[in-house]
């Protein structure tokens, strides 16, 4: 047989399946997802501050080690360190919160903190990982674990947190932790004089 007559007939049924496997491999390869586009904020400011009003009276100051804003979704970020101080309707100073880092939305004027938050108010110390300011309804809150230490010692833990921007009236839930005396749930719970022995506290 000629060499060269079966070479041809080789190079006929190679050449098909070459070009099969190309093809059945470049459909194989991962389709790029298509990049988003990086938003970068509308203007930036460091180591000042941000005033939140309410129909003119000032309710919050912000004070931020670098602050990041966007106008379109109204969002103004705090990455490095924020601190806010709260007013009451008189001007007087109602508590100061500090985090790592915040947010402010402008449409609502809520506030919200994240990592190592700390509250004082002239009631309580309060920390947690993660608490919220509603403007509206002017309530702070948390959905996370929860500690704080009030003016008579009592240290108290629970796995949520709502109070009004003082930290007078608040609801804790599944609230436990050691105090100094004997407490009431009710609003009014610290109110009552103390017993002459700390004693453990447990929510039912």
């Not at 000629?2 to 190679?14: D, G, Q, T, V, Y």
């Not at 459909?27 to 298509?34: G, L, M, S």
């Not at 490095?80 to 100061?96: A, K, L």
Request: aromatic share 10%.
């Amino acid at each position: 047989m000629n060499p060269w007559l079966c070479i041809r007939r080789s190079a006929r049924l190679f050449l098909p399946l070459f070009l099969l496997m190309s093809i059945s491999c470049r459909r194989q390869e991962p389709v790029k997802a298509a990049q988003q586009p990086v938003k970068y904020p509308d203007q930036e400011g460091w180591n000042s501050k941000v005033t939140s009003t309410n129909n003119g009276r000032v309710e919050a100051i912000v004070h931020y080690g670098h602050m990041a804003r966007f106008n379109e979704s109204r969002l103004v970020l705090f990455d490095e360190g924020v601190r806010v101080e709260f007013f009451d309707e008189h001007g007087f100073p109602r508590s100061v919160l500090t985090a790592d880092r915040g947010e402010l939305r402008e449409a609502s004027n809520d506030i919200s903190a994240f990592g190592r938050v700390k509250v004082v108010s002239d009631t309580l110390t309060l920390w947690t990982e993660e608490l919220r300011y509603e403007q509206k309804t002017e309530r702070i809150r948390s959905d996370v674990e929860v500690q704080f230490v009030t003016l008579n010692g009592d240290t108290l833990f629970g796995s949520g947190f709502e109070s009004d921007s003082r930290l007078r009236n608040y609801h804790i839930r599944n609230l436990h932790g050691l105090a100094h005396r004997r407490v009431d749930l009710s609003l009014d719970r610290f109110q009552k004089p103390a017993s002459a022995d700390s004693q453990r506290v447990q929510q039912p």
